[in-house]
Every structure is written in structure tokens, then in C-alpha cells.
């Protein structure tokens, strides 16, 4: 007979293609993974997987348990998302799935007093750059910059991510540097590596800085901020913080470089959902404008 945990773990490896990124979605472990889909596989008296050097690839059969499967796990959410829709009680763990940036800078400075409000909520973030799929619970709130256009979601804006160019106060001043710049030719430039050039700030500074020098790179927008304080460059840090940080001083402001939306989207399932709600509701209170 099957185990609804065995389903799991053979899901997460269709859908991330390794050992490594389907334990990283489960909160598990390689070798745990390879397990449940080695038990899985001698259940079924099947082989799922065909194993190559760049990962695990679907066979003809386990492309048809995949399909089964997801129709399961779907039934299953429902159900689970139903009956969480009717809690009533502010008490228990919620997921949040945000950015690096967003959880370090909105939510964590707030995060003492949330606890004091709400001591029964435990709270759960995730920081991931990729959506997440609120359907499958991998998170009960996600916090984001870009707004779905579908999904049986409810969407709320929570205020605005501005992002603007700054420098640090000693590297501005050796280099001439005042706010309203026009010409970054001449500058040394803090920007994203090359996998994750596409994130907010990336084609920014390809566009008006593509004669600069890039004298540092990282994945991480907090490496950014690190970095342009310690004087390796100009970079495009989150208004939040920048503007009180007495080190930096701001080149140019949001409305020159990024202002987005921030948008918290839950499940429609989960909107009547007790501590749900409760954080919801808080993270409107307490997100930039």
C-alpha cells in the first residue's frame, strides 16, 4: 500500500529534478528522499526515475503516477485548506515565503512585537526569490513584488518597495558624487551575479550603467547593502533602510530608479482562517508606503 508521505517526496523530485532541491522543498534530507522514492518505486514494482549525472528525469510510467499523484495532492490541499478556513483560533504556525530582502528589512524589525501580540501564532518564513505554490501549503502567505494573474488567490497591496541608488558617504565624496547624478561611466558598480541579473535592479543597471565597472557581485541584495557600505561601489538598495543609515547617501530616489508594489496574496481557502487573518492584517499595519 502507498504512503501519502512516499507521494510527497516522489512530487517534490518530479518537480525540482534532484535529490538536493526536492529535500530543500520538504524541509528534508537527500538521503531521506532517495529512501521514499527507492520504497516507492519496489511498492509499485516500477522504476519512476530514470537517473542521470544531471538529475532525475520522469519515465513514461512515472510521468502517469505523476499525474495521478498531483490529482491526489490536490484533493487532499482542498481538504486540508477547507478545514484550516474554519479555525477560528489565532493560535498556531503560518508560513510566510518573501525575499531575502523584504523578510530581513519589513518583517524581521517587527517580529518581537508581533510575538507579544500574538504569543499563541508561531511564525514560519521562507525566504525563496522563486513564487511559491500557495495551493500546495508550501506557505500560507507570500510576500511579493509581482502580482499573480491567476489562482484562486486573495490579494492584498501592502504598501510599496522602493528602491533607490545609493553610495557610501567616503566613496561618494572621494569620487565627486552628488545626489541627482546623471553619468555613472565613471563609477564602480555593486550589482547582482549572473543568474540572477533579471532581479529587481539588474536591468536597471544594465541600461544606465552598461560602461561601468562591476567591481563586486553577490545573490544576495543584503551582500549589496554590506558591500556598498564598505565603499566597493554604487548600488540599488531598498529605500527602508537605506535612507536612515547614516553611512550611505541616496544618488537618486525611487521614483528615478524602482517603485513597485508589494502585494501579500493568500489562499482563498484560508482567508477565514484565524491567525492567518492575524497576520495579514499585521503585515498591513507595518509595510513600507
Avoid at 537527500?30 to 549525472?53: C, N, Q, S, Y
Avoid at 484562486?152 to 553610495?167: D, E, M, P, S
Avoid at 538598495?237 to 493568500?266: G, Y
Wanted: with cysteine; proline share 4%.
Amino acid at each position: 500500500m502507498m504512503e501519502w508521505d512516499d507521494v510527497k517526496h516522489f512530487l517534490a523530485v518530479a518537480r525540482h529534478g534532484t535529490l538536493t532541491k526536492g529535500a530543500l522543498a520538504l524541509a528534508s534530507t537527500p538521503a531521506t528522499v532517495g529512501r521514499r522514492i527507492a520504497a516507492l518505486e519496489a511498492k509499485l514494482g516500477t522504476r519512476l526515475f530514470d537517473r542521470r549525472h544531471t538529475g532525475y528525469v520522469l519515465t513514461e510510467t512515472g510521468e502517469a503516477v505523476r499525474l495521478k499523484a498531483e490529482a491526489a495532492e490536490d484533493a487532499i490541499l482542498s481538504m486540508e485548506r477547507r478545514a484550516l478556513g474554519h479555525d477560528r483560533r489565532a493560535t498556531g504556525k503560518v508560513g510566510i515565503a518573501t525575499t531575502d530582502d523584504i523578510a530581513a528589512m519589513v518583517l524581521a524589525p517587527h517580529l518581537t512585537r508581533f510575538a507579544k501580540l500574538f504569543p499563541d501564532i508561531s511564525l514560519e518564513i521562507r525566504v525563496a526569490n522563486e513564487l511559491v505554490n500557495l495551493s500546495s501549503r508550501e506557505a500560507d502567505i507570500a510576500l511579493r513584488t509581482v502580482r499573480p494573474s491567476r489562482g484562486n488567490l486573495i490579494i492584498r497591496q501592502a504598501g510599496w518597495w522602493k528602491l533607490g541608488l545609493y553610495a557610501a558617504k567616503h566613496y561618494a565624496h572621494t569620487h565627486g558624487l552628488r545626489p541627482g547624478l546623471t553619468d555613472l561611466s565613471g563609477v564602480d558598480i555593486v550589482t547582482w551575479t549572473g543568474e540572477c541579473a533579471h532581479y529587481r535592479g539588474g536591468p536597471w543597471l544594465a541600461e544606465h550603467a552598461r560602461n561601468s565597472r562591476v567591481a563586486f557581485a553577490a545573490n544576495t541584495r543584503r551582500i549589496h547593502y554590506a558591500a556598498c557600505v564598505a565603499g566597493m561601489g554604487i548600488a540599488i538598495l531598498p529605500c527602508i533602510a537605506a535612507d536612515s543609515d547614516p553611512d550611505l547617501i541616496c544618488l537618486l530616489p525611487p521614483e528615478r530608479v524602482i517603485a513597485v508594489k508589494l502585494w501579500a496574496l493568500i489562499h482563498r481557502d484560508l482567508a477565514r482562517t484565524a491567525r492567518v487573518r492575524a497576520v495579514m492584517d499585521f503585515i498591513g499595519k507595518i509595510s513600507p508606503e
